[in-house]
């Protein structure tokens, strides 16, 4: 487990889920610590991929990085990067928090959504970050998903997302949690169209990300170790006042009991998206 | 130190009870206070009706907790005739902090919904303070295609701290069960009314408010996670609960003002538990009135509305 490198300033104490996009640890050593086999590993020697050198573990990917190794290079066209939160619960410091994660990610939201190609095959592509304000869905998030939902229709092409979200965005309140029944009513009329919807769920995705559009999709992968889970680890344990067991709400757990379709190496990933996108009938370059 | 408990009404009737006390005494005096006592009488029920037209947001986070507030069977037995409970999800159990069944209201059949907290500690335990695991969600989905298939009008009851965090509820994918519950009611062919009774709580409430109206008791509230849990994971202080219900806009008027409420049903004076019958008769009207209008539309019309009601959801900038 994480629990040295997560002091008090971390929003939820998840296990490998930073504000940014990497964990440092120690200040004076250097490189950094790998939270599955706790040995040093330089930043260099993780990749574009990310992985732990020594035991494969995945580290935190920020969107544009996800996009990097998913899409074909220079295929994306990113909709939507006008729409930007409004606090309209004047709730203190949420605009300051934005201003923060804006600077800090170089994104507007906790999600890019657009139009690219994968392996040479159209889809819409949604990717979370779980680094922006823990990738909490508010108003924004939610209309984002549902117009690359809505676009995925019109150009009847597959969809894509990528989800990393503690869950709804507490400053917007009630507005954020009727995301989900936003998202869930338009994936209704998406899946009336027969078009493939998968989603990919990455560490941490919980809360009403989970128990939205996470869940809904035709296929559902998980990358290895991802946390995914409607309670947090942090809310189960205070509720029953014991130690959860090893590996509750890990990928390979939820694998275990029936919730997702594979767990997928990140390596992996852009490979097994082709061919499920050539599998369901997809046509290069559309 | 945050107040836990609502005490108003305690506090009011002791002292209406040492004012009682009061007046008997005085009847064996030589003087008439009589007019005394009526003006002090006036003024006491004019400071107790401000105070409830004045409730603090986090009050009536504690108000729609009360512990002697009427629970959903109460409303189903009083709103509902021919009332038949219907168990079960078909997969794993029987989930006691979701009923669900049938009956019969202005003379139409409908499928009723709600959760079930207790009216007493052991009921309590038993229905899991009315919070579900993934069988409550399950049986929800059931019972919703099951009205959908013979055309039963829906009506939902919202009365619930959330879904419930526990091991099993993981295990048995809670999240998977709440969407799948929220991916069918905004395209389900029958009309569906919901109603906020007590306290909504976040995805384990809204699995039952995705409906064409959502009409909510004046000191209920709605929100997107307890105070306390918002003000532990926003302040990292569970104890600035009260701070944080002034900012989350929970309340019935607040919600209505956001667009989110369709409706308020006004409680008496002290809260539902104060004069039950009263408020359900306002309530049944209002649910009579409801259902009167969205049956006379024509179902693609209810389901384009509803639709576009949850499309419409938020607040930002293009």
């Known amino acids: ?286 | 130190m945050v107040k836990r408990h609502f005490d108003y009404e305690e506090k009011y009737r002791s002292l209406r009870e040492k004012f009682q006390e009061l007046k008997k005494l005085s009847q064996s005096m030589d003087f008439d206070l009589n007019q005394e006592f009526k003006r002090l009488e006036d003024k006491m029920e004019d400071i107790r009706g401000d105070k409830y037209h004045n409730l603090s947001p986090w009050e009536k986070v504690l108000l729609s907790r009360h512990s002697g507030r009427p629970v959903v069977k109460d409303y189903i037995e009083y709103l509902f005739e021919d009332w038949i409970e219907l168990h079960g999800d078909r997969s794993y159990g029987e989930d006691r902090a979701i009923i669900g069944g049938i009956a019969a209201f202005a003379g139409i059949p409908v499928t009723v919904l709600g959760h079930q907290k207790g009216r007493d500690t052991n009921e309590n335990l038993k229905n899991n303070f009315g919070m579900p695991h993934p069988e409550g969600f399950r049986k929800v989905e059931r019972l919703i295609g099951q009205a959908e298939k013979f055309k039963r009008p829906v009506i939902t009851f919202i009365d619930t701290p959330g879904a419930y965090p526990g091991l099993g509820a993981e295990e048995r994918g809670q999240a998977w069960a709440i969407a799948r519950v929220l991916m069918l009611f905004p395209r389900l062919q029958v009309p569906t009314i919901a109603i906020v009774t007590g306290e909504g709580g976040s995805g384990g409430a809204l699995a039952l408010a995705v409906a064409d109206r959502l009409l909510m008791l004046s000191n209920s509230v709605f929100s997107v996670a307890s105070a306390e849990a918002c003000a532990s994971i926003i302040w990292k202080d569970a104890g600035r609960a009260e701070e944080m219900a002034s900012y989350l806009k929970v309340t019935a008027q607040d919600l209505s003002e956001l667009g989110i409420a369709d409706e308020i049903i006004q409680e008496p004076i002290g809260g539902a538990h104060q004069d039950f019958t009263d408020l359900a008769d306002r309530l049944k009207k209002s649910l009579e009135l409801n259902l009167k209008q969205l049956m006379a539309l024509e179902m693609e019309q209810v389901l384009e509305q509803r639709y576009q009601k949850f499309r419409g959801v938020g607040r930002f900038l293009e």
Not at chain 1, 82 to 96: A, C, K, Q, V, W
């Open chain 1, 1 to 286: 487990m994480l629990k040295s490198s997560f002091g008090k300033q971390k929003l939820i104490p998840i296990p490998g889920s930073g504000r940014g996009p990497l964990d440092k640890t120690v200040p004076n050593e250097p490189g950094l610590k790998c939270p599955s086999c706790s040995r040093r590993v330089m930043e260099m020697e993780l990749k574009e991929h990310k992985l732990c050198p020594h035991c494969g573990h995945h580290f935190p990917l920020n969107a544009r990085e996800r996009l990097e190794i998913i899409a074909d290079s220079g295929s994306f066209q990113e909709f939507e990067v006008g729409l930007r939160s409004i606090n309209t619960l004047e709730f203190p410091g949420y605009d300051e928090k934005m201003t923060q994660a804006i600077n800090e990610t170089g994104l507007s939201e906790a999600i890019i959504t657009g139009k690219a190609t994968v392996g040479g095959y159209p889809c819409v592509l949604g990717i979370m970050d779980p680094g922006f304000m823990m990738g909490s869905m508010g108003s924004v998030v939610g209309e984002k998903v549902c117009r690359a939902m809505e676009r995925a229709i019109e150009l009847k092409i597959a969809l894509i997302i990528f989800t990393a979200s503690g869950g709804a965005r507490m400053q917007e309140g009630m507005l954020s949690l009727l995301q989900m029944a936003k998202t869930t009513a338009v994936l209704g009329r998406f899946h009336q169209e027969g078009l493939l919807y998968i989603s990919i769920i990455t560490n941490p995705t919980t809360g009403g990300v989970s128990a939205s559009f996470a869940s809904l999709a035709d296929i559902i992968l998980a990358e290895p170790g991802a946390l995914i889970g409607f309670a947090g680890p942090r809310v189960i344990k205070q509720t029953i006042s014991e130690t959860l067991p090893a590996g509750f709400q890990k990928a390979e757990f939820m694998l275990g009991h029936g919730m997702l379709d594979c767990i997928v190496e990140r390596g992996q990933l852009k490979k097994t998206l082709e061919l499920f996108l050539r599998l369901h009938g997809g046509e290069k370059n559309g």
